[in-house]
């Protein structure tokens, strides 16, 4: 455990302190984490959701209190988050159970350092997994929505003043969630029963359930979902150059501005009943991922079709073909 007066010193650059936190969380992970330079994938989960199913066995488990320069006390959703290392089908990864947020008013700093740790590990893909509210009819409670396009709700950008991390300094957010990624992960839940809508995602800043005309204005913004984080954590992971995929579960809509039936804590519990066949089918996503990264050549979707696909924003079905099925090649 490391004194949090090491990150005190006023000239301190946000670079230099997350670039200071990174280096002694790294030494903390590989010391708790036997064998964690094998991990391939980095997931964060939002709260209310049971990771139990994704690992073939128990995993090790750390605080993330624990890292430097990390909060002691509880989200408000009264969680403790924490680091879990483990087994998916065969395949290491790093997953962080729970995570804090910008909302909780302690900065940047305690929302980005697992990723950043784990993309200085040299874990370079990251798929994040969290909760929002449909914004329209066709995504109801309990469906599943695939990012291929986001909106910053905050005043700012996670790269603001970290430009000292990145190879370049203007990323091109236009590929910020990856086509292979999310194609993997279609394919994969495709096999569990779990369709998705791919949509627009916007963060909205503060801890609560927007009103209708917030509602109303993100529509007009281009948004079907909205939740109060991922943005952050996707910029700057595709800045540091991890692939990144981001798949939010509709845990209530707000199509009127009469709507009040809102609740957290059924938003969470609507997050434990759908997990499980989620759970399975990420596994067998990220074993198929693993598979093709390490024993054949990846495919890249034409820019031109990819665009098609993403236009369009369709729902896919489980008993019909679709663009993304094109780049897995058929296994003899």
Known sequence: M??????????????????????????????????????????????GFDTVALFDREPLRLPLSQLPGMPLQATPDQVQPCLLFGVSRGVPVLVSQGHRH?????????CILPLATAWHLGIRMHLFIDNGISLIPEIKTGNWTLLTDFLNGYAFSPLDGLHELLEQFFPNLNH???????????????????????????????????????????????ADILGHDLVMEIILSHALGCRVSAAVLACGQNLNAGHSSLK??????????????????????????SRARNNAPQIRLPDAEAGEILQKSITIKSDKKHPFKLLRKEEN
């Not at 670039?19 to 989960?45: N, Y």
């Not at 910008?102 to 305690?110: I, M, Q």
């Not at 059924?266 to 067998?284: H, I, S, V």
């Open 2 to 47: 490391v004194s949090d007066s090491f990150f005190r010193e006023a000239e301190l650059s946000p670079a230099e302190r997350l670039r200071r936190g990174i280096c002694l969380a790294g030494s903390c992970l590989q010391e708790k984490f036997p064998g964690l330079g094998g991990a391939e994938f980095f997931l964060q989960f939002g709260p």
């Open 176 to 222: 910020a969630l990856s086509q292979e990624l999310n194609s993997e992960v279609v394919n994969a839940l495709d096999q569990v029963g779990i369709n998705f809508r791919l949509c627009t995602y916007q963060a909205l800043p503060g801890f609560h359930f927007c009103t209708g005309a917030e509602a109303e204005l993100a529509r007009k913004n281009g």
């Open 102 to 110: 910008l909302s909780e008013g302690l900065g940047l700093y305690p």
């Open 264 to 289: 957290r804590h059924e938003a969470l519990a609507t997050c434990q009943f759908c997990g499980t066949e989620f759970l399975r089918g990420l596994g067998l996503a990220l074993q198929e991922i």
